[in-house]
C-alpha cells in the first residue's frame, strides 16, 4: 500500500499543491516553520480522519479562507482508492472513499494504517495517563472497529454516570440504583477495552524490546507494563467498592478510563531517570513496536511517517533508524528534515528509491522535487 497524490487546497499554510511520491522514501528539507510537518499532518489526516497535531478540525483551515480539502490517491492491494476529507467552517467534516461519503468516521479508521514518529510524541512519557490511553486507542482501533465503538459507547456512559453523581451533589440526594443502571453500560462496554488492552500489551512488549535494543546499541533493560484497576478484578465490584468515594468526588475514579502505560528503563520511570536521548530512543523503539504489531494484525503495510527525526539524535543514530526502516518489511516512508544534504548523504548509501522535495520561500510555497 502507498500513497501515489496528495492534493491539498486551504490546508493549514498551503493554498493549493499537488504532489506525486515514489512507492519508497519521500523526503521534505526545508528550514523549520515552512510547512513540512504539515504535510505528514496531513497524510495522517487521511488515514485516521483527524490531525496528529491539532484535535479542533476547524483551527486546520488557512488563514482567512473558509474551508479546507484533503484528497489522496492510493494504491491499495493493486486497487486505487480516492480518499477525500474537507470541511466548512461551522459545517460537519466530509470524509469520502471514491466518491461515496462514510456514514460514520469511525468506519474508515484502519482502512489505511499509518504510524508517525514526532516530537510531538514526547507527550508520551512527559504527560499524563490521557496520552498513553490515546495511544493505545489510536493504535488498536485501527485493526479492531468493535473496539472503538466500544471506546466511544463508555465515554458517553462516563459522562451521563459523572453528570448524575454531580445532580445528585448539587440535590443532597442519592440512588444507587440509577447510579447501577449506568455500572451496567460501563462495564457492558468496559470490559471488552480492558481486554483489548491487556492483549496488546502483551504481543507488543517483545517486538518493543526487539526495536529497542535495534535502535539504542545498548543493553538497558526496558519494560512497557499496562497498569490498571481491573486487573485480577470483577469490574462490577470494583464500581461498587468505590460508590461512596465517587459520591463525595461527583465524578467515577475507577474504571479503565484510568488505565495507564509504564514505561520503564532499568527498573526506573523513563520520565524520571532517562536522559532525552533515551527518552527519544524509547518512543522511536515503540513507535516501530507498533508499525510492524499493525502490519501483523492487518495484513497491510503501514504507511510511516517520521518528523523531524534528527531531533536529539546524532547522524549515526539516525542512520541507524533510516537502515532499520528501509529494511524490506517497510513500505513507504516520509522523512522531514531541515538539511536537505545530510539526508541525501544517509539513504544514498542505502541504494533504495527514493525521492526529495525541498520547501522554500515564505507564505504560500514552493515546492521543488528532486527525484534521485
Known sequence: MHLK??????????????????????????????????????????????????????????????????QGAYDRKGKQENIYCGMKRNR?????????????????????????ISPYDSALILEGSEERRRFMNG???????????NVIRFNK???????????????????????????????QYGQPVYQKRKEFVEELVPIFQKYYSAVSRDHEKVELTYDSTLHGQDYRQVLNDSVEKDRILQYTSVGIHKDDLIFSLSGYPVKKMGSQGQQKTFLVALKMAQFEFLREISGLTPILLLDD???????????????????????????TDTNPQ???EIIKKMNIEHAVFHLKGNGDMEIVPERI
Open 92 to 116: 460537519k467534516k466530509k470524509f469520502t472513499r471514491n466518491d461515496k461519503e462514510y456514514p460514520r468516521l469511525s468506519d474508515h479508521i484502519g482502512f489505511l494504517p499509518v504510524v508517525m
Open 309 to 335: 527525526i534528527f531531533d536529539k539524535f546524532d547522524k549515526e543514530r539516525v542512520e541507524e533508524i533510516i537502515r532499520l526502516v528501509a529494511d524490506d518489511q517497510f513500505g513507504q516512508i516520509f522523512i
Open 157 to 187: 456512559a462516563l459522562q451521563q454516570r459523572n453528570k448524575l453523581l454531580k445532580d445528585f451533589h448539587k440535590a443532597n440526594t442519592f440512588d444507587k440504583e440509577m447510579v447501577d443502571l449506568w455500572d451496567e453500560q460501563l462495564i
Open 5 to 70: 497524490e496528495l492534493r491539498l487546497i486551504n490546508f493549514k499554510n498551503y493554498d493549493e499543491i499537488s504532489l506525486n511520491f515514489t512507492s519508497k522514501i519521500n523526503c521534505f528539507t526545508g528550514r523549520n516553520g515552512i510547512g513540512k510537518t504539515n504535510l505528514l499532518d496531513a497524510i495522517f489526516y487521511l488515514s485516521m480522519c483527524k490531525s496528529y497535531l491539532n484535535p479542533i478540525d476547524s483551527h486546520n483551515i488557512r488563514f482567512n479562507e473558509d474551508f479546507f480539502v484533503i
Open 139 to 149: 493504535v488498536i482501533s485501527q485493526y479492531d472497529h468493535p473496539y472503538l465503538e
Open 342 to 344: 545530510r539526508l541525501r
